[in-house]
């Protein structure tokens, strides 16, 4: 079921009508409610595979059991972390990098001048949000190992925990520190709490059907023919991917944050306007929050993060980007992808530069961005815009394909799409949507930010407005991130 599907604009109501007003009494009975929910969200997909999530579950709640029933034992507690951790990466594994690993051993010894029949890849479905569900539970049992957490004895809470569904299948990749506690206490009906949830809905509708739809079809031609447009084509198609993808993925977690603020519950945040950042670094602090600080936590640390000297600090920022890359897809280009961010990050990690923006944006104390600002937005953004095109092309092959074009055909002609597109409606939409979003970037969660309650009201017709105007029942995608 897609939160932008008519299903969905039906199961949503329903649930929450039965949430507040028919079960609002009992907190069993209301996480009940959303499990079955979830389940029954996630099953429209595909029902086999929520034995899947079950199985998950089910081990990380013995695990973090077993841990903390062997507090002490330090031996005992690392063995069954381990079996947590073998048990979700190897589901992972299996349905997410098997044919991708037999594919890379057969090409390995076709290198080496051996020919082998493929006869070992299996036709594999890959199970939707698996790789956001697998993370959160290890997460848990992570927490519980190293004192963070107490582990739940309540399974019906748990299970509730790993699949909520407004997060279930892209995130944000949650904490049991955050998300747990919410699900073992009572909620409340809070009416501020519900009219922020939907205006976050209602501002993830807009970047997913506007902005990130609405100009999918002109990045998905540029893309599919790359080797017959000019260079002033292909960086149009890269840049344009670069607002789909921050479209369609930020619209998602705007959606799931207000999605769950409508049931009580107060999801982390998952995108702090990443466009406005003045290195990769800081991009990296406000793109996809939840995986970053997951990796930062789980792996980078663990591994003696930056206090092991700088060597092994560089070794271990290339260990998590590469990592980071591969978890976004069975394919070389991911691995690339995460590898040049891994280069893009080490010359600000070594000036010292990683965390001087932590804890401020752009344009801190005015209106407008100064000059060495301006130049540091529109650098960054190049940056992470040229890493995109291994992000988005199907194969290395492809990749270098369409840079080498980049830096080879210098012509210039103006970009028609075969279906007609006005490209002016798209340039003024973007341009007008990367003001309003700089205007508002100081509080994400907060999209309409006018004291006038006749200007907010003129905000939400303008928004409807535009989605009736740029939606076409030809843009009924799926997510991006649902693919990982």
Request: one cysteine or more; a positive charge.
């Amino acid at each position: 079921m897609l939160f932008n599907s008519l299903e969905y604009f039906i199961f949503l109501p329903i649930m929450f009508l039965l949430y507040w007003f028919v079960l609002g009494k009992g907190l069993r009975l209301q996480n009940t409610l959303v499990l079955v929910g979830s389940y029954f969200f996630y099953g429209l997909w595909d029902w086999r595979f929520l034995f899947l999530i079950i199985a998950s579950t089910a081990v990380d709640y013995f695990v973090g059991i077993m841990i903390h029933r062997n507090e002490g034992d330090r031996p005992k507690q690392k063995l069954w972390l381990w079996a947590s951790v073998i048990f979700n990466i190897s589901l992972l594994g299996f349905f997410k990098y098997y044919n991708f690993f037999v594919d890379s051993f057969i090409d390995l010894f076709e290198v080496m001048g051996y020919s082998i029949k493929s006869t070992w890849t299996l036709k594999i479905i890959l199970p939707v949000g698996i790789s956001f569900y697998t993370f959160q539970t290890m997460s848990y049992s992570m927490d519980i190992y190293y004192k963070r957490i107490k582990p739940c004895h309540d399974f019906l809470s748990f299970a509730t925990f790993v699949a909520f569904f407004p997060q279930l299948v892209a995130g944000p990749i949650e904490r049991a520190s955050n998300l747990l506690h919410q699900i073992t206490n009572k909620r409340t009906f809070n009416y501020n709490q519900i009219v922020s949830g939907l205006k976050l809905i209602l501002w993830g509708l807009f970047k997913k059907l506007v902005i990130a739809d609405g100009i999918a079809p002109i990045v998905d031609d540029i893309f599919l023919n790359h080797e017959t447009y000019p260079a002033s084509t292909l960086i149009l198609g890269v840049t344009l991917f670069s607002f789909q993808v921050y479209g369609d993925f930020s619209g998602y977690s705007d959606i799931a944050i207000g999605t769950a603020k409508l049931f009580g519950v107060e999801l982390m945040s998952n995108f702090k306007f990443p466009n406005f950042s003045r290195n990769v670094a800081e991009y990296w602090q406000r793109w996809h929050i939840s995986l970053s600080t997951w990796f930062r936590h789980y792996v980078y640390i663990p591994l003696g993060g930056s206090r092991v000297g700088q060597a092994r600090a560089l070794r271990n920022i290339c260990i998590i980007f590469l990592v980071s890359g591969f978890w976004h897809g069975a394919n070389w280009t991911f691995i690339f992808w995460g590898g040049f961010h891994a280069l893009a990050y080490i010359p600000v990690f070594l000036m010292g530069r990683n965390t001087i923006y932590k804890d401020n944006v752009v344009g801190e104390n005015s209106f407008f961005p100064s000059l060495i600002e301006l130049g540091q937005l529109v650098l960054t953004f190049g940056i992470v815009t040229f890493s995109r095109i291994f992000f988005r092309s199907e194969s290395l092959t492809d990749s270098f394909n369409f840079i080498g074009r980049i830096f080879s055909d210098f012509s210039y002609a103006p970009y028609e799409h075969p279906n007609g597109y006005r490209m002016l409606d798209y340039f003024i939409l973007l341009a007008v949507f990367v003001l309003y979003e700089y205007r508002i970037r100081r509080d994400e969660r907060n999209p309409f930010q006018f004291k006038s309650k006749s200007v907010r009201f003129l905000a939400y017709a303008l928004v409807i407005f535009a989605m009736l105007l740029f939606y076409d029942s030809g843009f009924d995608r799926s997510f991006i991130y649902f693919q990982f």
